[in-house]
Structures are given as C-alpha cells and as structure tokens.
C-alpha cells in the first residue's frame, strides 16, 4: 500500500532563517505530488505541485520554492522565513483521477 | 475570490443524529467534488467523491448530494458518531486543470454523546 511521509513533525524557526521540508513516498511510482498550506482558521491553500522529477508549478507568489530530485521525494524549501510562512504544511499524493492523500503534515512556527 | 464556500464554520448535533455539512462553489466548470476530514494535527483524510454527472453517491454512513444547477453540495452522516468530530473540508476540482484541488475554508463538526 501506499505511505506518504513527513518530517518534521514540528518545526520553529526564527524569521530569516532557512527552512527544508521533505516529502517521501513510497508503494508508487511517478505520482503526482503537492504541498499545501494551511495557516490559522485557514482553508488549505496549494503552493506547489509536481507532476514528474524536476518538474514545478507554483500556484502562489511568495518566498517558498520546491523541488523534487527524485520521483518519489518532493522538498519545500525558503532561504529567509517571514513571520507570514507559519502554518500547517502538507504534502500530498494523488491517486487517480482526482483523489489526493495527504501526509501528516509539519507545524511550523516564525518566532 | 473564493471559488469554493463552506458557509458555516461549525455544526453541532447529537450523537445517532444526522450531520449535515454543505459548500457552494462559484466556478461552472469543476466537475469533482470530494470531501475531506481532519483530525487536529494530522493530514486530511480522503472521504467521499462524486462526479458532476452523478448528483448521488453513497459510502456507508457518508452520503454526497450535487445539486449542480444551485452550485452546491452537501455531505450528510447518518448515524453520526463522537469519532466523527472533526473539521470537513468540501474540494472541488476542473478537468484537464492539472487535477488540482480547491478547497473550502472547513467546518467544523462537533458530535455531543
């Protein structure tokens, strides 16, 4: 079966600080992949999505960037975290034709 | 611009009754509707689905309404059960838009015992 992975769990960074997320999944291959955000009281907002290695689109302007360097590996990552980047961070994984699962996703708190 | 709604930001019911949670969505052209259910602290779990060219699906206690003339969905749960308390995200998606999810804000249920 298919395992979507998160790590970490929690996070606090202080702001200008850089910031690494990683993704994993196993049980498939090629899959579509995503990262969301949600923040306080927020719905859940898509920053990225990737259908293949190397292969990025981002949906929202901001300070965050992805990559994926491996099929089953999707990375969020900042250079300097803004106060406005903390949130609940999820990836997550599709399984045809519209059905995505999620990870258990990464507090991160901007002190 | 918010293309999909959930209007109400918590229900309440009591245990063994229905729970009914709605969304209404503004863009014409999503033709996949899901709803999602998170726990505090954990990712969204997949619940149920429906097609736009079904206006009924069934799985179990959860039940998926599409009136697609009015825009608007609902997911109803009977019986609802304590276990069921969490916030349910309603996501509505348009073909050949690279199978990407637009979400509600969420509502959030409460199931009193």
């Known amino acids: 079966s298919q395992t979507i992975h998160q790590w970490p769990a929690t996070l606090v960074q202080p702001v200008g600080s850089p910031l690494s997320l990683e993704c994993t999944v196993e049980g498939t291959s090629n899959p579509n992949l995503y990262w969301y955000r949600q923040a306080a009281g927020r719905g859940l907002q898509l920053l990225f999505y990737?259908?293949?290695?190397?292969?990025i689109s981002s949906e929202v302007p901001q300070n965050l960037s992805a990559s994926r360097p491996q099929d089953r590996q999707f990375i969020l990552s900042s250079k300097k975290l803004l106060l406005s980047d903390s949130g609940f961070y999820l990836c997550a994984w599709e399984e045809g034709p519209y059905e995505q699962y999620f990870g258990p996703g990464t507090r991160l708190t901007v002190t | 611009d918010q293309q999909v709604k959930q209007n109400s930001p918590s229900l309440s019911v009591q245990e063994g009754r229905i729970s009914i949670l709605n969304c209404d969505y503004t863009?014409?052209?999503?033709?996949?509707f899901l709803w999602y259910k998170k726990y505090p602290a954990e990712g969204p779990t997949f619940l149920i689905s429906i097609s736009s060219i079904k206006d009924k699906n069934e799985d179990g206690r959860f039940t998926v309404f599409l009136n697609k003339s009015a825009k608007h969905l609902s997911l109803h749960i009977v019986p609802s059960q304590p276990g069921d308390s969490a916030v349910y995200f309603c996501?509505?998606?348009?073909?050949?838009?690279?199978?990407?999810?637009?979400f509600g804000a969420g509502t959030i249920l409460r199931v009193k015992s």
């Open positions: 990737s259908v293949g290695i190397g292969q």
């Open positions: 996501a509505a998606t348009e073909r050949g838009y690279g199978n990407k999810l637009v």
């Open positions: 863009n014409s052209m999503f033709d996949y």
